[in-house]
């Protein structure tokens, strides 16, 4: 089983500031993904990433993805309110037969107040 | 296009009573995972379908939890007895094809379970 480490576990901002979120393993990922979680939903998709420093960006969210493979960091500039949740991150290892299973970390709580 | 469909998304039971869960996945999606959420907690795996076939339970406490996909669609997971400690949401989410890297899983909205 690979274990994954999120940091912080809570995180409470106001509106406009910048946070960081961080995913960490001592394993390697063929492919690591974020989710938002809101109360009372299922995890919604936000980004994959695959390749050792790839950097992805959607709006005001950047995603980066370490060199090895092994961690990831989601970075929200100027935070809504609507960024509020549980960001999850899950990875899928690198051997065939773990593809298609994913292991997700605790997750963190962002809360974002007017 | 129609989402995870999952029911009910709340259930309240005693302990030793048995409690059935169903999914109905993304139309066309051959994988299907039933998760288990503990409050403060990501998701943890306990089954994997390709098709209608098992492809992971390593994880999914066999004397209480059973589960199955019926020609490869919908999907139940049954505890019986319940234990306090089941108390949880239960998620379900499908994928559109396992042995595929790069996976991305749809989940449904889940249903909680309290166990009194």
């Known amino acids: 089983t690979q274990l994954l480490e999120q940091s912080p576990q809570f995180l409470s901002i106001q509106e406009g500031e910048n946070l960081t979120v961080y995913c960490n393993s001592s394993?390697?990922?063929?492919?690591l993904q974020w989710y938002r979680q809101e109360p009372g939903e299922g995890p919604v998709l936000l980004v994959t990433?695959?390749?050792?420093?790839e950097v992805k960006k959607l709006k005001r969210l950047t995603f980066q993805f370490g060199d090895a493979r092994k961690d990831s960091s989601l970075h929200i500039t100027a935070a809504q309110p609507g960024d509020t949740g549980l960001y999850l991150c899950?990875?899928?290892?690198?051997?065939?037969?773990?593809?298609?299973?994913?292991?997700f970390g605790a997750g963190t709580q962002v809360v974002v107040t007017p | 296009e129609a989402g995870v469909a999952q029911s009910p998304r709340y259930k309240i039971i005693e302990k030793r009573q048995s409690v059935a869960f169903w999914c109905n996945p993304i139309?066309?999606?051959?994988?299907l995972y039933w998760y288990q959420q503990i409050l403060g907690q990501g998701p943890k795996l306990l089954i994997q379908?390709?098709?209608?076939?098992?492809?992971?339970d390593s994880q999914l406490p066999k004397d209480r939890f059973s589960a199955e996909r019926l020609k490869g669609v919908d999907s139940t997971l049954k505890i019986q007895p319940a234990k306090l400690e089941d108390s949880a949401v239960y998620l379900c989410?499908?994928?559109?094809?396992?042995?595929?890297?790069?996976?991305?899983?749809?989940f449904g909205q889940g249903t909680r379970l309290t166990v009194v």
């Open positions: 990433v695959v390749t050792g420093g």
């Open positions: 989410a499908s994928s559109l094809l396992l042995g595929s890297v790069n996976t991305e899983a749809f």
């Open positions: 899950a990875g899928e290892g690198v051997t065939t037969d773990s593809w298609g299973k994913l292991q």
């Open positions: 139309s066309g999606h051959a994988t």
């Open positions: 379908f390709q098709n209608n076939g098992v492809v992971d």
């Open positions: 394993s390697v990922f063929s492919s």
